[in-house]
């Protein structure tokens, strides 16, 4: 951690005074943030937080440079180690970005170059502001990525950036905005699509490289967990306001605003859930009063005599993969391997684990959006894997499904009514007078309004679209909904509401959630039961409660360990960290999987039996 007393006591590297950014919307100036005034000390992390639409993003874009004058007017002041940034010709800005203040973007996907290999984008920054020789810039490129642990650097110097996980492209941006040693560094949502033990692996390489190279950070993010773990101090935005800015334990213990505190109870936290028998919902605070409500556990209870709703047996999906003229069979991906599970009416069962591991691929297989490879997928004691044609669309009529990103799930041309309506006029579910009332009512159950209906996807928050999707899924009143990383991309006092709403429609509708997700304090809030899957298969399932307070498989305990505490105090000391990427599932034509063991550690609560390779974990 920062030392406080010396960050407080040297001059600011940045000091922004009275910022104000508006954006020209049909013909007027639309003001988006209003008089802003924060710094950022010496080796010092300052973290800004809100939801999305507060001003964060846009802020730090201004003081980049990067809002274009045909669409932005910035005023007020932004000083750089004592030089004005606001107003400087391109020219001038491009000599200063990336030599003196740098930048990490949210998706570093679209921030690299597909088509240039991740060498020659390292070496460009290098030679353009550290006027290095080609050779030079290429060894300094290696001793960068080594130094962002990226394995076998120099091999991977002139690969592609489609060739490297998330986690390791996340890597490749952070060496490029250290390339030339700039004096700040802001990081934009830098791990929000990370995995959380890449998340809590990028979060401990910051701090190092901020501890050997003296740098400032200025970290945006709605993560409070997140700020917890690395801010000294934190900045609260709303509505395009700065509204509470203090040391960040200060900002925990007592925060003064009512929409900060809003955004702390809202913070999932592992180890809340200790002692209670059923899923919580999270308690609501007001933004603007800061009243707030006790949330109790949910009333629904799950009967362990009840007939499963779905039963999963030794379920195998695998993709070929096909090279050459003739299109061979060269390797085959081993996505999901032999997994057995079961869910009883009303019941939450988690799938978690880190991207690639097989997670979302075992939900498209119950829909058989994916073709198994083998085993039988029995709902209501139907096996749904052999179905076809009509049997299959009758199948999905119990079996609904929400997706992370709500906008690309909705169809940008319909309007919400029409797209809730879709599934209720395939199914011919009444005449049209019917179909309207069933929307009116699935858009007020969701809690929006019936006569919303009319309008488009892009009219609505991020958080109203993905309760538009529920409604969708909810409109053939399934007795399965698979929600695939349902929360993982909304703010989070949007998540817990959309949370609070998926457990009050269970309770009221009976439902089954398969929720697979990677965020292990949500998993432990709304599950019943937990499956943790690496590789394809699951290595660790029981009781929420079991798993959570007693895991035994050491993938489960690396999972847990690596999950932000949202407590400054207990901030995770320094640690040494390896640079892994999940085992690649790609395997050979004729390879033949291991076949795995099970013991059972308590009632209910099953481990798979490790070899060597977990033991150095």
Not at 201 to 208: M, N
Request: some cysteine; charged content about 25%.
């Amino acid at each position: 951690m920062t030392n406080m007393k010396s960050a407080s006591q040297s001059k600011p590297v940045l000091d922004v005074q009275g910022l104000e950014v508006s954006f020209l919307r049909e013909g007027q100036w639309r003001s988006v943030v209003r008089n802003v005034s924060f710094d950022v000390k010496e080796r010092e992390t300052v973290a800004v937080v809100g939801e999305s639409g507060s001003g964060k993003s846009v802020s730090s874009m201004s003081i980049m440079g990067l809002i274009p004058q045909s669409v932005g007017r910035v005023s007020g002041s932004a000083v750089l180690d004592g030089r004005q940034l606001l107003g400087l010709p391109e020219s001038e800005l491009k000599k200063i970005r990336g030599r003196y203040i740098a930048m990490i973007f949210q998706e570093p996907m679209t921030s690299l170059n597909p088509v240039l290999s991740i060498g020659f984008q390292l070496c460009e920054a290098l030679m353009t502001h550290r006027f290095m020789s080609r050779e030079q810039a290429e060894a300094e490129a290696v001793r960068l990525m080594d130094k962002v642990r990226i394995p076998a650097a120099k091999a991977r110097l002139q690969e592609y950036p489609h060739r490297f996980s998330g986690g390791m492209r996340q890597r490749v941006m952070i060496a490029m905005a250290l390339a030339c040693k700039p004096k700040l560094l802001i990081a934009d949502e830098p791990t929000t699509a990370l995995d959380v033990t890449i998340q809590a692996e990028i979060l401990e390489l910051i701090r190092s490289l901020q501890s050997d190279d003296g740098m400032s950070v200025l970290f945006i993010t709605h993560d409070m967990g997140v700020v917890a773990e690395i801010a000294d101090r934190t900045v609260v935005m709303f509505n395009g306001e700065l509204i509470e800015k203090n040391a960040t334990e200060a900002i925990f213990e007592h925060p003064a605003h009512p929409y900060t505190k809003a955004l702390l109870s809202a913070v999932p936290r592992l180890g809340s859930m200790k002692g209670r028998a059923r899923p919580m919902r999270f308690p609501t605070v007001d933004k603007v009063t800061g009243a707030s409500d006790v949330p109790a556990e949910t009333t629904e209870t799950v009967k362990q005599k009840d007939r499963p709703v779905l039963e999963v047996s030794n379920l195998t999906t695998r993709f070929d993969v096909r090279s050459g003229l003739f299109g061979k069979i060269t390797s085959r991906v081993h996505a999901v391997e032999g997994i057995s599970f079961s869910m009883l009416p009303g019941e939450t069962l988690s799938l978690v684990g880190e991207s690639g591991c097989g997670k979302s691929t075992t939900g498209r297989s119950i829909l058989r959006l994916n073709q198994p490879k083998s085993g039988s997928i029995m709902i209501d004691g139907q096996d749904v894997s052999k179905l076809k044609g009509a049997q299959l669309k009758e199948m999905r009529h119990s079996v609904q499904s929400i997706f992370q990103d709500p906008f690309a799930s909705l169809n940008p041309r319909l309007s919400i009514g029409r797209s809730i309506a879709e599934p209720l006029a395939a199914y011919r579910k009444g005449s049209s007078r019917k179909i309207s009332d069933r929307v009116s009512e699935l858009l007020e159950k969701v809690g929006l309004e019936a006569d919303m209906s009319s309008r488009y996807p892009h009219e609505f928050s991020g958080g109203q679209r993905q309760r538009i999707c529920i409604a969708r899924a909810l409109a053939l009143q399934p007795k399965i909904v698979i929600a695939d990383e349902a929360v993982s991309a909304l703010d989070v006092s949007i998540k817990a509401q959309v949370i609070n709403l998926m457990l009050d429609l269970q309770a009221e509708m009976k439902l089954s959630y398969l929720f697979i997700s990677h965020d292990m304090a949500v998993v432990e809030r709304v599950s019943h039961r937990v499956a943790v899957m690496y590789l394809g298969e699951i290595v660790e399932i029981g009781p929420r409660s079991a798993v959570f307070e007693n895991p035994v498989h050491p993938y489960t305990r690396r999972l847990l360990a690596a999950v932000p505490v949202p407590d400054p105090r207990q901030r995770h000391m320094a640690k040494k960290l390896a640079a892994t990427e999940i085992k690649s599932p790609v395997r050979s034509p004729d390879y033949e999987p291991p076949r795995r063991t099970y013991r059972e550690v308590s009632p209910g609560h099953s481990v798979q039996v490790w070899g060597e390779e977990w033991e150095r974990v």
